[in-house]
């Protein structure tokens, strides 16, 4: 079993910054994908960013030049940073990630339990 655990979530002022992390525990071999994804209130999950193990990263088009995504492999962690915050960024960030485990010969997919990032005006 994988655990994804984030953190740094909380309230900001418009145009200010956070940081959020996820660490994952576990059987775990490798990972090949880690990302942020969000929900806001009443609207569907969406991609935030994504990091693979060689460090290729994607971006929603609403964050870029705005969140910055990076990984620390050896520790099995994420990190988002978050600038220039807008109150459309508020919403519940949930970590994910692609694992490959001693359960199974194939990767799955994990899902931390989530962070609120809440951005006032």
């Known amino acids: 079993q994988v655990q994804l655990v984030e953190s740094g979530g909380g309230l900001v002022q418009a145009g200010g910054s956070l940081r959020l992390s996820c660490a994952a525990s576990g059987n775990i071999i490798s990972i090949n994908t880690m990302g942020w994804y969000r929900q806001a209130p009443g609207k569907q999950r969406e991609l935030v960013a994504t990091i693979t193990n060689r460090d290729s990263t994607n971006y929603a088009d609403s964050v870029k030049g705005r969140f910055t995504i990076s990984s620390d492999n050896a520790k099995n962690t994420v990190h988002l940073q978050m600038s220039g915050l807008k109150p459309e960024d508020t919403a519940v960030f949930f970590c994910?990630?692609?694992?490959?485990?001693?359960?199974?010969?194939?990767?799955?997919?994990?899902w931390g339990k989530g962070t609120l990032v809440t951005v006032s005006s």
């Open positions: 994910n990630a692609a694992v490959l485990t001693t359960l199974r010969p194939f990767p799955r997919n994990y």
